[in-house]
Every structure is written in structure tokens, then in C-alpha cells.
């Protein structure tokens, strides 16, 4: 099983909602990211978590709020988004360990109005 | 932080010929260099990979080669066929705090005419 799911794959939001985007790998992966990517642009590291740790945030503003419960999970909460939030964000995971590959999920595409 | 330029943003070739696209690096500790291809609306997916210990690597018609000294990287890909058609993005990565971050190439959109 080489799957990241993410769900749900499409959601629109209001500036004043409060909503998650949720992550899941079944592959023992104790690496998690999440990127977000705006049409025409490559992908932008915002989190990383490793072993269930936030590790790095890409100063990333606080309206977005990452979690991982544990090492198959990680959230991205999502409060008083502004329209130019409106993305594709993906979730990847990978195993730990130097030049091992990142498995991205199909992403969910958010639409903030 | 590292930073990776990617060229050309864009590329037509016609069907059977080659395609090269090529990246390079500023940080010196990246130590692995993977390449994704993105169909629209879909997910980044891996088509090649080196770590910093190998020159050249080949799958199929699809080669990459990493000059650590100089610091780039090259994606060639053979006989192109039209499901070729893709954005191509390159990346590069090291370890941070037990992390693993990739910086991505700003994309080259290739296409191939039959």
C-alpha cells in the first residue's frame, strides 16, 4: 500500500468557518508534510512533522493549524481563511531516513469565498 | 535556504524526439534529487530519483544525471510520446531536525506534438 488519502478532495469555505483537512498513511511513514500549491506554481513546504513532532514550520501564518494524533494522521485546521488561501493543498509522507521518497496524496482542493 | 532554478519554464518537442530539462542547486548539503511529473488537476508524481552518491541513473527512457560539483542536475527523457505532456518539477532535498525538507524547481511545462 503506497497510499496517502486525504480527504475531502474538494471544499469551500467562508472566511468565518472553521474547517480541517485530514491526512492518512497506512505505510508506517513517520514523516509527514503538508504543502500547499497555487495554480501554475510548484508545491510550498508550510509543515513538517517527524515522528509526531512538528519539526518545521514555513512561517507559516497561524490561521493554519497543522496536528498529527498520531503516526497515521495529520490535520490541517483551518480558521478565517482569506480567497487567497484558495489552493490545492497536499498531504505527503515518507519514511525517515536521508534521500528516501516522498509519497504526495491526490490532494484536496480548497476554495475559500 | 536552498534555492532551485529550473529550465526551461516551458518546452515543445515533436513526438519521437528527446527533452531535457534542467535544474540547478545552491545548497551543498542537498544530498537527494527527485523528479515529479504533474498532470493537471493531479497529484506530483515520482518518475526518477538520485542521491548525491550517484552521477546518472536510467529508467526506461527516462535518464537523470547530477554534477554535485557544479551543482545541477538534468532530466532527459527519450522518444517522448504524448502522455509525456506534463508539468516537470525538480527538487532538492536535505535533512532539517530529523526532517527531510524538498524545495521545488518552479516547473517546466512540457509538451510534445504529434
Known amino acids: 500500500d503506497t497510499e496517502v488519502t486525504q480527504t475531502p478532495k474538494h471544499l469551500v469555505m467562508g472566511m468565518t468557518n472553521k474547517k480541517s483537512l485530514k491526512c492518512e498513511q497506512h505505510?508506517?511513514?513517520?514523516?509527514m508534510y503538508w504543502y500547499k500549491q497555487k495554480a501554475k506554481k510548484p508545491p510550498e513546504l508550510m509543515f513538517v512533522?517527524?515522528?509526531?513532532?512538528?519539526?518545521i514550520n514555513e512561517s507559516v501564518p497561524s490561521r493554519f493549524s497543522p496536528e498529527c494524533p498520531n503516526s497515521s494522521l495529520l490535520n490541517l485546521h483551518l480558521h478565517a481563511l482569506q480567497p487567497e488561501d484558495s489552493a490545492l493543498y497536499l498531504c505527503?509522507?515518507?519514511?525517515?531516513?536521508?534521500?528516501?521518497?516522498?509519497?504526495f496524496g491526490e490532494g484536496s482542493w480548497l476554495t475559500v469565498v | 535556504g536552498e534555492n532551485v532554478e529550473q529550465h526551461p519554464s516551458t518546452l515543445s518537442v515533436q513526438e519521437g524526439d528527446s527533452a531535457v530539462i534542467k535544474c540547478t542547486y545552491s545548497?551543498?548539503?542537498?544530498?537527494?534529487f527527485p523528479w515529479y511529473k504533474q498532470e493537471l488537476g493531479k497529484r506530483p508524481q515520482l518518475i526518477i530519483d538520485?542521491?548525491?552518491?550517484?552521477g546518472e541513473k536510467k529508467d526506461q527512457r527516462i535518464a537523470v544525471t547530477l554534477n554535485k560539483t557544479a551543482k545541477h542536475f538534468s532530466l532527459h527523457i527519450t522518444e517522448t510520446q504524448p502522455e509525456d505532456s506534463a508539468v516537470y518539477f525538480c527538487?532538492?532535498?536535505?535533512?532539517?531536525?530529523?526532517?527531510?525538507?524538498?524545495?521545488f524547481g518552479q516547473g517546466t511545462r512540457l509538451t510534445i506534438n504529434p
Open positions: 538520485i542521491r548525491s552518491n550517484v
Open positions: 545548497d551543498s548539503a542537498s544530498n537527494y
Open positions: 527538487a532538492a532535498s536535505k535533512g532539517i531536525q530529523g526532517a527531510q525538507k524538498l524545495v
Open positions: 505505510m508506517g511513514h513517520r514523516a
Open positions: 512533522y517527524s515522528y509526531e513532532k512538528l519539526s
Open positions: 505527503a509522507s515518507r519514511p525517515v531516513g536521508a534521500g528516501n521518497t516522498i509519497y
